[in-house]
């Protein structure tokens, strides 16, 4: 099977710990006989402004110990409003996928984690290319109240058009279940069994 990844942040490089069970899981799935690639749209903000004179910009390419993993460096120039924020994840992802694609073909199925902003991407991906995908939900924000009106409108949709959604905990699946209440979408937990 042939899966890729698209993490909502993803580690900088192999020693950073931002996103790292996401890299874990893609090198697990990988020497367990899957064929793995991850794409990222690496945005960086204007809080960040010395980046915009020294940081990356446009697709590069990363092979992590045979993981073949796409970035698309860019710098927003808009302060972050959510919808903006989201335009130009997609556009980021997009390019990063047409160049992962170029190299390694299309996935036979999507795995995002986190629907802001993976999600977004993966349903684009979805309208283009007819590319199924499943989101796994990690993010705090849920729990914590954090998630404003915004980014609850551009999350339903790319939420509904997912063909399973996963929590990461039972508590927190009734918790999106409860967020979501007014979509027809399911939040599960799925226990794998190690013998599985």
């Known amino acids: 099977m042939h899966v890729l990844i698209i993490p909502s942040w993803y580690p900088e490089y192999p020693e950073d710990i931002r996103g790292c069970f996401f890299r874990e899981q893609a090198l697990a799935l990988q020497k367990y006989g ?13 809080r960040n402004w010395k980046s915009a004179f020294g940081g990356k910009y446009g697709i590069h390419r990363e092979l992590d110990n045979g993981l ?29 996928y047409e160049a992962y694609v170029k190299e390694c073909g299309h996935p036979d199925i999507i795995h995002v984690h986190s629907t802001l902003y993976g999600g977004c991407v993966a349903l684009k991906v979805y309208d283009l290319y007819q590319i199924p995908y499943v989101i796994t939900e990690h993010s705090s924000l849920f729990a914590q109240g954090k998630v404003n009106d915004a980014q609850k409108n551009i999350s339903k949709v790319a939420v509904t058009g997912a063909k399973a959604r996963l929590a990461v905990s039972v508590e927190f699946a009734s918790l999106l279940n409860r967020f979501y209440a007014d979509q027809s979408c ?9 013998n599985a």
């Open 34 to 46: 899957c064929k793995v690639g991850v794409i990222y749209p690496q945005l960086r903000s204007l």
């Open 68 to 96: 073949v993993t796409f970035r698309y460096h860019m710098m927003s120039w808009i302060p972050r409003m959510q919808n903006m924020w989201a335009m130009f994840w997609v556009r980021g992802g997009l390019i990063a």
């Open 186 to 194: 399911i939040w599960q937990y799925l226990v794998l069994s190690k």
